[in-house]
């Protein structure tokens, strides 16, 4: 203490500083970390360090009745120096941890600090207290916050074994989340993508094969006229044609699905919804290129038609090797099947002779 200090002013402020450590000691122990550690079942870290808390928190108010009864000697002496003493010096006798024998069996060695080292002492050990507390509640709080709202969204999906599943799993990581919540549980983030995985497929699952269903309806559609016109190609164009793709095989890979609803899985259900659209381009292809034989053997007979009237225009319609080119070139367009391929150069070797004809005489 200043020896210009006034002592009554001093023991005021620490009575007014005993008020203020009590006020903290009791919200402490109403803090709502210190609730949930205090009485729930715990396990894991949870428990090694309740243990120590718990033990920290007798031992700090402990603390704070020595503190008090040094504070109520000083408050009751009218010496001067019996008051500075107890103010200012080691009069605080605290209970050490550490016991020392003696000749008789263990002891318990005191320990005596002033009260400003006392003060200092429980300022730490209760922001440590206070900071396990916090972390205790929030990281309870925090997963709660995933693992409660799955409970509601598998509550709507039948009770299949995936979805039983996924109950349980929650049901156990919301019994880690309350029994250890200072232990970290990584599986929480992945199991509510899961859930909702699963939740999302169930409330849309009924729209998205009802989806499929008409692609591959139109599908279906596509590839009867696809097998139409294939008929007709094979009939009117030599060469090579391509198979139109079957339907089917997306279409039992639906109806499984449909019958195996609620086992089903995102994956599943997104390889159908590809495979139904992969078919249906694959018969559209072959269509546009069936349609493009027939196309390119209707645009072969218009340039050749073209041609010929322009040589007829030049002067050229008696041209014996002209009408010889023009015949060999109408004949393969017009032979069942078409040689596509052979009335290319038909029509070209009669395009060149045209022009070639009109050149000289220019």
């Not at 709202?149 to 989340?177: N, T």
């Not at 139109?244 to 449909?258: C, D, F, I, W």
């Not at 919804?273 to 072969?300: F, K, P, W, Y």
């Not at 322009?310 to 090797?321: I, L, N, Q, S, V």
Request: glycine share 6%; net charge negative.
């Amino acid at each position: 203490m200043d020896p210009d200090m006034d002592p009554d002013a001093e023991l005021a402020g620490l009575r007014a500083e005993s008020d203020r450590v009590a006020q903290s000691l009791l919200a402490m122990d109403d803090h709502p970390g210190h609730r949930l550690l205090r009485g729930t079942r715990l396990t894991g870290v949870s428990a090694r360090r309740w243990e120590w808390a718990n033990d920290a928190m007798v031992g700090l108010w402990e603390w704070f009745d020595a503190y008090r009864a040094v504070l109520a000697q000083a408050s009751a002496t009218r010496d001067p120096l019996e008051l500075r003493r107890l103010l200012t010096g080691p009069e605080v006798v605290l209970a050490a941890q550490v016991p020392v024998r003696t000749l008789t069996g263990p002891a318990v060695a005191a320990e005596r600090i002033t009260l400003a080292e006392l003060v200092a002492r429980m300022k730490v050990r209760y922001a440590e207290l206070t900071e396990l507390f916090d972390e205790a509640h929030g990281e309870w709080a925090r997963r709660l916050a995933l693992l409660d709202p799955l409970g509601g969204r598998l509550a709507g999906p039948a009770d299949s074994a995936v979805v039983v599943g996924l109950r349980d799993e929650v049901a156990a990581a919301h019994a880690r989340a309350v029994a250890d919540p200072l232990t970290p549980d990584p599986g929480v983030a992945d199991l509510a993508d899961r859930v909702a995985e699963v939740a999302v497929l169930h409330e849309g699952f009924a729209a998205r094969a009802d989806a499929v269903a008409a692609r591959l309806a139109e599908a279906a559609a596509a590839r009867r006229e696809a097998v139409v016109l294939r008929e007709r190609v094979v009939a009117r164009i030599a060469g090579a044609h391509p198979e139109v793709p079957e339907v089917s095989g997306p279409v039992r890979a639906l109806e499984g699905l449909r019958a195996r609803f609620p086992e089903v899985r995102e994956r599943e259900v997104a390889e159908v919804e590809s495979a139904a659209g992969a078919v249906l381009a694959r018969v559209r292809a072959v269509s546009a290129q069936l349609a493009g034989s027939l196309d390119r053997r209707s645009e072969l007979r218009g340039r050749l038609e073209a041609y010929r009237a322009k040589a007829t225009a030049r002067g050229f319609a008696e041209d014996a090797g002209l009408a010889a080119l023009h015949r060999v070139a109408r004949d393969v367009l017009h032979a069942a099947p078409c040689d596509l391929r052979a009335g290319t150069v038909a029509v070209a070797r009669y395009q060149r002779a045209v022009l070639d004809r009109t050149e000289a005489v220019r």
